[in-house]
T-cell receptor
Framework: AQKITQTQPGMFVQEKEAVTLDCTYD???????LFWYKQPSSGEMIFLIY??????QNATEGRYSLNFQKARKSANLVISASQLGDSAMYFC????????????FGQGTRLTINP | DTAVSQTPKYLVTQMGNDKSIKCEQN?????MYWYKQDSKKFLKIMFS???????INETVPNRFSPKSPDKAHLNLHINSLELGDSAVYFC?????????????FGPGTRLTVL
């Protein structure tokens, strides 16, 4: 069964530093998608970045990049030059292309950026 | 120009009442979803519809009934509300029903059952 694990309940980072949010996953499906979402205190779920299991290169979207290590089954989110507005909950999620085809979320990591 | 919208944003009601949450997407997507986020922020899928057809129905009490009148709308009706139903409910949509399709979420509806 597919599973997503985020081992960092909370992280504190100084403004302008880079931060890495960890995510490991487990699946037997060779084809799957990995997603990161941001949930600020206002509550909405904002899509950040996507990585397909067959993508050869790590995904990047502005200050966000995904460090995809397929053999280790990890999909860490890297935020460069952190800003105060980056303070939020961050969720890693995975969806298999076969099997149950559900988007399954990790427990989330609460990121706090200090000025 | 909101992509996925939900109404109402907040819903406070008494135990035993029946309530509905509406969702609309203007992205032209074929697939829509309902998720529940509990007090510990854990998100879990409840239902998904593809072209108005029910695809996923998780182990949700049958007091919860989704209805999709057309591809752009997916409503959630809840009968006989219980205290444990208090949560944030998110609607989402994706272009198709594939693992590679990004799901875009609505703003959420915070349901409080007293």
């Amino acid at each position: 069964a597919q599973k997503i694990t985020q081992t960092q309940p909370g992280m504190f980072v100084q403004e302008k530093e880079a931060v890495t949010l960890d995510c490991t996953y487990d699946t037997s499906d060779p084809s799957y998608g990995l997603f990161w979402y941001k949930q600020p205190s206002s509550g909405e779920m904002i899509f950040l970045i996507y990585q397909g299991s067959y993508d050869q290169q790590n995904a990047t979207e502005g200050r966000y990049s995904l460090n995809f290590q397929k053999a280790r089954k990890s999909a860490n989110l890297v935020i460069s030059a952190s800003q105060l507005g980056d303070s939020a909950m961050y969720f890693c999620a995975m969806r298999e292309n076969q099997g149950a085809q559900k988007l399954v979320f990790g427990q989330g990591t609460r990121l706090t950026i200090n000025p | 120009d909101t992509a996925v919208s939900q109404t109402p944003k907040y819903l406070v009601t008494q135990m035993g009442n029946d309530k509905s949450i509406k969702c609309e997407q203007n992205l032209g997507h074929d697939t829509m979803y309902w998720y529940k986020q509990d007090s510990k922020k854990f998100l879990k899928i409840m239902f998904s519809y593809n072209n108005k057809e029910l695809i996923i129905n998780e182990t949700v009490p049958n007091r919860f009934s989704p209805k999709s009148p057309d591809k752009a709308h997916l409503n959630l009706h809840i009968n006989s509300l219980e205290l444990g139903d208090s949560a944030v409910y998110f609607c989402a949509s994706s272009r198709a029903d594939r693992g590679t399709d990004t799901q875009y979420f609505g703003p959420g509806t915070r349901l409080t059952v007293l």
